[in-house]
């Protein structure tokens, strides 16, 4: 995104959570979040259909604010050995803050600053919180998570993988406000779900056995706290309301060529080892002792067979060719009326 599509991007999410206009509708929709935390949202039942239906709501509730914004999306995996490092982090206009200070974890910097912003007062009130911590899994270890279960019937596997190993583990490594049950109240929670929605778009996108997966068309209850069943949010082109939404991929060879590596060859390719999982992640979302089996063993295939310390993170780089860290900024392309793109901060 551009400095000035950033800032947009911020100022209307500061006007949807300040403006009395919009207030209520965004302390609402927040707060629905935290009410039904422990529930099915946050496991294989609802978990990633329900998070499509939320970024859409959230997205509704921007653009009548300001009808060029979208949800865009954080690719942490693209600098995974240290996502701090980020720009997203940026404490200017067109950033998100750092880091909290000691004492507290209270946001100091930035847009949603202790003093400027503070949280709903369903979540408290008072300041955004984050402790930075840990490194996130790279653009390979996302990658081999679409490829090492590219077939249909291996949906549970990818799933839970991404909600218990990717999803569950960012939450805590920004940790403050994202991992707690407010975390819907920090301002970066749609950053982080706009990319886990891409990389279930991405698998889906294999073919329509996967796009419309028997899992969920098998499905009859209604999604919590929603109108709808899960079927209703499996095409990301043909959405209720009749929205269409697209994810614009980084414009890089090396991305490029990720994308079609296979399992094997992404195995073999020296990086970090996945980031170990975080144990308040897995008390915060519950996470079974049946599921952290299943992922103790999906992680013990995804872990790379040559492995790089995080003083030598150019290996990764240097197997691929380019600087997967230092892509080249997405800019927004024309998208036809009715649709909406979300681009790549």
């Not at 930035?110 to 003093?115: A, D, E, K, S, V």
């Not at 390979?140 to 590219?150: C, R």
């Not at 886990?196 to 009859?220: E, G, M, P, R, V």
Request: charged content about 15%; proline content about 6%.
């Amino acid at each position: 995104m551009s400095y000035t599509e950033r800032v947009r991007y911020i100022q209307t999410v500061k006007t949807a959570s300040t403006n009395q206009a919009y207030k209520s509708q965004y302390d609402t929709l927040l707060t629905t979040h935290k009410t039904i935390f422990s529930t099915p949202i946050h496991q294989l039942d609802f978990f990633l259909p329900w998070h499509r239906w939320f970024i859409l709501q959230y997205e509704n509730l921007l653009q009548q604010i300001d009808c060029r914004v979208t949800v865009p999306y954080w690719d942490w995996s693209l600098v995974g050995g240290n996502p701090f490092s980020s720009s997203v982090w940026s404490t200017g206009n067109n950033g998100f803050g750092g880091n909290g200070v000691p004492g507290g974890s209270c946001v100091n910097t930035g847009p949603f600053r202790q003093g400027v912003w503070s949280l709903p007062a369903s979540a408290g009130g008072g300041c955004l919180r984050r402790n930075f911590q840990g490194t996130a899994p790279d653009a390979i270890a996302v990658q081999n998570l679409i490829s090492s279960n590219s077939n249909p019937s291996d949906f549970i596997n990818f799933e839970t993988m991404l909600r218990v190993q990717f999803h569950n583990l960012v939450h805590c490594i920004i940790d403050g406000t994202m991992c707690t049950r407010d975390s819907a109240t920090a301002p970066e929670f749609f950053l982080h779900h706009g990319f886990i929605d891409k990389i279930w778009w991405d698998w889906q996108k294999q073919s329509n056995a996967h796009k419309f997966n028997t899992y969920f068309l098998t499905q009859t209850a209604l999604m919590t706290s929603t109108p709808y069943r899960s079927r209703a949010f499996l095409d990301l082109n043909n959405q209720p309301g009749c929205v269409c939404a697209e994810y614009i991929n980084p414009p890089s060879t090396a991305y490029r060529r990720l994308k079609g590596m296979s399992s094997r060859l992404l195995k073999s390719v020296a990086r970090l080892p996945l980031p170990p999982l975080s144990t308040k992640a897995d008390r915060l979302f519950r996470v079974s002792p049946e599921q952290l089996t299943l992922v103790s063993r999906l992680r013990a295939k995804m872990q790379p067979t040559r492995v790089v310390s995080k003083s030598s993170l150019r290996g990764t780089d240097a197997i691929l060719g380019m600087k997967l860290s230092r892509v080249t900024p997405v800019r927004h392309t024309w998208i036809p009326r009715h649709s909406k793109a979300r681009i790549a901060v």
